[in-house]
């Protein structure tokens, strides 16, 4: 059984970095077409933040490009975001998912595996 875990959230202030990993049991990252890191805010949909496929190739949602970087450590079977400079509208529950698929990487609907989500909240 596959089971992602996220750890790593936290209360925060403005312009502060935060560092969110996500553990995964069951299987190894590196067997995913794609993994990535998604958030939800209060009353919002779902939005991918940051993906990285098997192949290495990253996506970033232009919101965060230059502030937060996705990797993942295959020796470690963890896969990580480094977010830096944050900021209040990115209080969020910050989600760590996975997929068989390569296709469709910034859509929730296209991932088969999610863990419970860690709370970010970033105070102004």
């Known amino acids: 059984q596959v089971q992602l875990v996220e750890s790593g959230g936290g209360l925060l202030q403005t312009g502060d970095s935060l560092r969110l990993s996500c553990a995964v049991s069951?299987?190894?990252?590196?067997?995913?077409?794609?993994t990535g890191w998604f958030r939800q805010a209060t009353g919002k949909e779902r939005e991918s933040v940051a993906v990285?496929?098997?192949?290495?190739?990253?996506y970033y949602t232009d919101s965060v490009k230059g502030r937060i970087t996705i990797s993942r450590v295959n020796a470690e079977n963890t896969m990580y975001l480094q977010m830096n400079s944050l900021k209040p509208e990115e209080t969020a529950v910050y989600y760590c998912?996975?997929?068989?698929?390569?296709?469709?990487?910034?859509?929730?609907?296209?991932?088969?595996?999610w863990g419970q989500g860690t709370q970010v909240t970033v105070s102004s």
């Open positions: 990285i496929l098997r192949s290495g190739t990253t």
């Open positions: 998912e996975a997929g068989d698929n390569w296709w469709g990487y910034t859509d929730r609907l296209n991932y088969d595996y």
């Open positions: 069951g299987r190894t990252f590196s067997t995913f077409a794609k």
